[in-house]
């Protein structure tokens, strides 16, 4: 099953997979694998696979409901616009200190703030 999306003028066309294991506190946590993975429209936690280096362009926008994400010293490139929107958004975990974040990869995600 597949949905089509409109994003800034452009069509995108999401595969419905999703992995999924149990998280803190009996939530759900998304395991993020990076390829051609859906990522659901109401996800509220991710982790990013230990195989993903690049997060790429509008791989999580407008998430609205994301408010944790899990990176691990292997994440390289976060790329443009890759978390644009996701307004819940509070801290990410683990970003390690020489990844590149192009431009806008956290547009408009106004829930952000230092730990």
Known sequence: ??????????????????????????SDV????????????DIRSVR??????????YAF??????TYVEFHEGVERIGSKAFMSCISLRSPRKLPGDTII????FWNCISLRKE
């Open 1 to 26: 099953m597949a949905k089509e999306v409109l994003l800034l003028g452009r069509r995108y066309l999401l595969r419905q997979q999703q992995v999924q294991e149990a998280g803190t506190g009996g």
């Open 30 to 41: 998304f395991v993020y694998k990076g390829g051609e993975q859906a990522v659901p429209d």
């Open 48 to 57: 990013i696979h230990k195989s993903v280096t690049v997060i790429p362009a």
């Open 61 to 66: 926008a407008c998430r609205q409901k994301l």
């Open 102 to 105: 192009d431009f806008g990869a």
